[in-house]
């Protein structure tokens, strides 16, 4: 009886630590849920922390946005397996608690020193497993930061703006990711190619990438 009770007991504590004391978010997400939101953005915050190489952070790049967009456009198996990555991680504590005073809590409850501690005991394990599923959560996270228009402009890597010919080629392949009855080109909309007058490189850049009130790229941006 009394086995039956302890039992119950850590079970209760540990669906408390999985699903409860979590802050609910002020926005609304597809996907995610804010046990997930928070293991994101703590993450985030020590994988891209303000102030760095990039003054953009982790947390202003808003990658628990990116993050449910992703996983609510990608196949349900592949989701299942990467919000089973983000579960592991806030709760791997268990097994591998960070240094000092309750070590054990949720990731996403730890210190930021705490937490940059955690990620790099996994980062530099010698445990190729452990080092190959760190890997895939940096994976997420660094797709979303180095997507964001922010990072993109100081690293001079944001699209320009021009005007692109229509090729044949366009007649045959849909955009990525869509289906070939999305094609709305025909024979008519084809244009001639280009002169080959290279990009400007100091000129506007695409509007979605172009910073509010700025259409040139500014490597100090």
Same mark, same amino acid.
């Given at each position: ?47 891209? +922390?303000?102030?760095?190489?990039? +003054? ?15 996983? @609510? ?6 989701? *299942? ?20 005073? *309750? ?26 497993? *452990?080092?190959?599923?760190?890997? @895939? ?8 930061? /180095? ?7 100081? /690293? ?55 910073? @509010?009130? *700025? ?7």
């Amino acid at each position: 009886m009394s086995i039956a009770i302890v039992f119950v007991v850590l079970l209760a504590l540990l669906v408390h630590r999985v699903f409860f004391g979590y802050a609910k978010s002020e926005r609304s997400f597809e996907v995610l849920a804010p046990r997930e939101v928070a293991l994101i953005e703590s993450t985030a915050e020590v994988m891209f +922390p303000a102030g760095g190489a990039i +003054p953009f952070s982790g947390l202003d790049a808003d990658l628990p946005g990116y993050a449910d967009r992703f996983l @609510a456009a990608i196949e349900p198996g592949v989701r *299942r397996q990467i919000r089973a990555l983000f579960a592991l991680f806030e709760h791997v504590t268990l097994i591998f608690p960070a240094p000092g005073w *309750r070590g054990w809590k949720r990731f996403s409850s730890l210190t930021f020193e705490q937490r940059e501690i955690v990620l790099g005991g996994w980062s530099q394990s010698p445990n190729f497993a *452990r080092q190959l599923v760190f890997t @895939a959560l940096r994976a997420v996270l660094t797709m979303g930061y /180095l997507g964001h228009p922010e990072v993109l402009r100081h /690293l001079r890597l944001a699209p320009y703006a021009f005007e692109s010919p229509v090729t044949e080629a366009d007649l045959l392949y849909p955009k990525i990711g869509a289906h070939p009855d999305t094609i709305a080109l025909g024979e008519s909309d084809l244009t001639p190619a280009s002169d080959g007058t290279p990009v400007d490189l100091e000129g506007p850049l695409h509007a979605r990438y172009a910073e @509010a009130g *700025r259409t040139t790229p500014d490597a100090t941006s």
